[in-house]
């Protein structure tokens, strides 16, 4: 939950001390044997932008779990302690916790991570905020998922399920693994959301207290010791129910919708249903809330360090995409089937991992294309039926809760443009048909140095309701190199060159410098 707390401003100075001198008054040893000690870790860092032109680069502000600036000149400072799962014990607990003072971010202080894990065998029980990571994709090089990537802040949350991949003993001779989880949250962003809009026109809308859900469910078939290869399939639902959706007008702000969010609304939310009496209409035709996700392919080869990942992601907002069709009305009140082809849009992926290669460990490329939505819309005019319409889906956007996104920062993959980046003040994304590539690789040239490379680019339509009258494209890539002292290993310095070549979010070029400082809290078990 991010809070804002009026005290006197730290200075420069005051800073500098905290940054150097907070881990001396912690007795860590880092050389210490671990099975003797619960694992308690620390971690300070501190991360400073300078850049010039309209925007912080796009890589410098993307994946960075919402913990990031647009402003051209940003800092943050921020100090957390976790415990990890003891993998020795069946039953065993985690917990975390994280906050920020930033400079130029939406908020002056930041509680960025609260969490408390409980884990017995393969069931998890996570109750707070976490930073978590997109399925399926590589978590330092990838541009992130269609449907979540850690490109915005954590959602507070009460969640549970198997969270990593676990054999099913009893099916299929120990070939099947299987993983998944259900959650329920509440989006925390209803200051930003009132103060971003504070400067839109008339009839700009915000919403507050949005409730969220998740659910996942993933299958791996293969068996390593007896063949290097492997298939997954997956898929994720995510929705958004209750709250309320506000419109701005200069004598005041008006309450378009209240929103029901009764126990019911929790069922609704689990298995898709028709919204009730005390719904909007168009929920009562449709689905209850905001209903998208993401259907997941991949094809892995593991052998003697070489791993060989190909994936697909489709990402769908109702039953056309989620099924690949759709039913619509003719004229003579008839009902009839569409069919759509799902791969027309989606996110394919190669993810390579190099044996003993210290100049490129990693390579990962990405390629997204979102631009038919479901294909041209389906309309009955009038006929004996409900007027029913089809096609143009108009991805991550909607009527009630504004868009995808959590305090301003697209909860996709960034090249989906964050509302953040809108001059209107509007909370959708207007640029959702999109054509992008992205590749990433990383390496270690040498003991202490490794270093990391993120090259993009789109091509950006608009979209279907409003398409641009000529399409923009935008380049943006970073350079980034961490250093770690071999006589002082839990020290890290990180350093990232960042530039933008965009149409849509300007010619921007800047810097980040990263300190960190990591260590384990000497406790007994």
């Not at 991360?47 to 309209?54: F, N, Q, R, T, Y």
């Not at 305090?407 to 003040?425: D, E, F, R, T, V």
């Not at 071999?486 to 300190?515: C, K, P, V, Y």
Request: charged share 20%.
């Amino acid at each position: 939950m991010q809070i804002a707390i009026y005290i006197k401003m730290i200075s420069t100075r005051q800073y500098l001390f905290i940054l150097f001198t907070f881990p001396l008054f912690i007795y860590a040893q880092d050389s210490i044997g671990m099975s003797e000690w619960n694992k308690i870790c620390y971690n300070i860092q501190t991360d400073i932008v300078a850049s010039s032109g309209k925007h912080a680069p796009f890589w410098l502000v993307s994946n960075r779990h919402g913990l990031s600036s647009l402003e051209n000149d940003n800092a943050n400072l921020s100090v957390g302690l976790f415990r990890d799962f003891d993998r020795e014990y069946g039953f065993t607990w985690a917990y975390g916790a994280e906050i920020a003072r930033a400079w130029n971010y939406t908020s002056p202080y930041y509680i960025q991570q609260l969490y408390a894990d409980i884990k017995y065998n393969c069931w998890e029980l996570s109750v707070g905020s976490k930073e978590r990571w997109s399925e399926g994709k590589h978590h330092t090089l990838s541009g992130g998922g269609l449907t979540f990537s850690p490109n915005a802040r954590p959602i507070p949350q009460i969640r549970f399920g198997i969270n990593e991949y676990t054999t099913a003993q009893w099916l299929f001779n120990q070939w099947v693994q299987v993983k998944g989880h259900f959650s329920y949250g509440r989006h925390t962003d209803d200051a930003f959301q009132r103060t971003f809009t504070a400067y839109g026109v008339r009839g700009t809308r915000y919403a507050e207290d949005i409730l969220f859900h998740e659910k996942t469910a993933f299958m791996k078939v293969g068996n390593r010791r007896k063949s290097p290869f492997s298939v997954e399939i997956g898929l994720e639902m995510y929705s958004q129910f209750g709250g309320k959706t506000w419109e701005k007008h200069p004598e005041g702000d008006i309450l378009r919708y209240n929103l029901p969010h009764s126990y019911k609304e929790y069922i609704k939310a689990f298995i898709p249903m028709t919204g009730g009496s005390d719904s909007p209409e168009i929920d009562q035709l449709n689905v209850n809330g905001n209903i998208l996700g993401s259907w997941h392919i991949a094809a892995c080869y593991e052998k003697e360090d070489w791993y060989v990942k190909a994936y697909y992601e489709h990402f769908y907002e109702d039953h056309s995409g989620l099924f690949g069709l759709d039913y619509h009305y003719n004229q003579n009140g008839e009902k009839g089937w569409v069919t759509y082809l799902p791969w027309r849009d989606g996110l394919y992926g190669l993810e390579i991992a190099f044996p003993k290669n210290k100049f490129v460990q990693t390579f990962v490329y990405e390629y997204i294309t979102s631009r038919d939505q479901s294909g041209p819309i389906l309309h009955n005019p009038g006929g004996n039926t409900p007027e029913q319409t089809g096609g143009a889906d108009l991805y991550y956007n909607h009527t009630f809760y504004l868009s995808w996104q959590h305090w301003g920062m697209a909860m996709c993959n960034p090249h989906i443009l964050s509302p953040s980046y809108n001059n209107n003040h509007n909370l959708t994304m207007p640029n959702q048909r999109i054509r992008s590539h992205h590749i990433g690789f990383n390496g270690k040239p040498t003991n202490g140095i490794d270093y990391r490379i993120m090259l993009s680019w789109s091509k950006h339509w608009g979209s279907i309701v409003d398409p641009l009258p000529n399409p923009l494209t935008q380049l943006s890539m970073m350079g980034e190199i961490t250093y770690r002292s071999q006589r002082r290993s839990n020290w890290l310095l990180i350093g990232a060159l960042a530039f933008d070549r965009s149409e849509l979010i300007g010619n921007n070029f800047g810097s980040m410098l990263t300190i960190r400082h990591t260590g384990w809290i000497k406790t007994k078990k």
